[in-house]
């Protein structure tokens, strides 16, 4: 979905190092969220945020942080990345519901190599 | 922990054919929703069944909800090889404000 963007696509780095994956969104949405993804398995919620006040942990949230700077932006830090780590991170949005009945957007994912 | 588990985990047919995916779950639901994901790219939304519904149609996609059973499938009709992707099934629940993912079924259409 071009109207999330995530930077970089891709990233190898070493342990150690501090990361950070940016997304920006143009659809006007007030919800966003970061999921990792590995090899077989599902998405994994690590953060959510349903507006520019509101940061939620997910359920793998430990080794990372986000930061909402603005409706349109979410970024995921890893402080100190860790070889297991390595994954395709995805970005999603989606509208405001109270039941959740909206459909999320994600972006093309980046993915992250730690050596 | 995982919501949804799909199944089968791997499927492979030829052109023309029906793919039918299933989906469980563990707890009440208020919607579940399938999503897409073509290899390398982001998951993108396919249809969404709510808790009070028990079949919903879009183009050649089929799903049903049986929330006495906690399960789901997801049929398409005439599969193509445009359809070979991942496909996963979500569900929001009360009390919780974000989707949970099953594991995926591999969808391969053989030409």
């Known amino acids: 979905d071009a109207d999330v963007t995530q930077t970089p696509r891709n990233r190898i780095t070493k342990t150690g190092k501090r990361i950070m994956l940016e997304c920006s969104q143009t659809?006007?949405?007030?919800?966003m969220y970061w999921y990792r993804q590995d090899p077989g398995l599902g998405l994994r919620l690590i953060y959510y945020?349903?507006?520019?006040?509101?940061?939620n942990k997910g359920e793998i949230s430990d080794g990372y942080s986000v930061s909402r700077q603005a409706q349109a932006k979410f970024s995921l830090s890893l402080e100190s990345a860790i070889p297991n780590q390595t994954a395709l991170y995805f970005c999603?949005?989606?509208?405001?519901?109270?039941?959740?009945?909206?459909?999320?957007?994600f972006g093309d994912g980046t993915r992250l190599s730690i050596l | 922990s995982q919501q949804g588990e799909e199944d089968p985990q791997a499927l492979s047919i030829q052109e023309g054919e029906n793919a039918t995916m299933n989906c469980s779950y563990k707890?009440?639901?208020?919607?579940l929703q399938w999503y897409r994901q073509n290899s390398g790219r982001g998951l993108v939304h396919l249809i969404l069944?709510?808790?009070?519904?028990r079949e919903k149609h879009s183009g050649r996609l089929r799903v049903t909800l049986d929330t006495s059973k906690k399960s789901s499938s997801l049929l398409i009709t005439a599969s193509r090889a445009a359809d070979t992707a991942s496909y996963f099934c979500?569900?929001?629940?009360?009390?919780?404000?974000?989707?949970?993912f099953g594991s995926g079924t591999r969808l391969q259409v053989q030409p």
């Open positions: 999603a949005t989606s509208d405001r519901d109270r039941g959740g009945n909206q459909p999320q957007h």
């Open positions: 659809k006007g949405h007030d919800r």
């Open positions: 945020s349903f507006d520019v006040k509101d940061i």
């Open positions: 707890t009440s639901i208020n919607n």
């Open positions: 069944i709510r808790s009070n519904e």
């Open positions: 979500a569900t929001t629940t009360t009390g919780r404000r974000a989707l949970t």
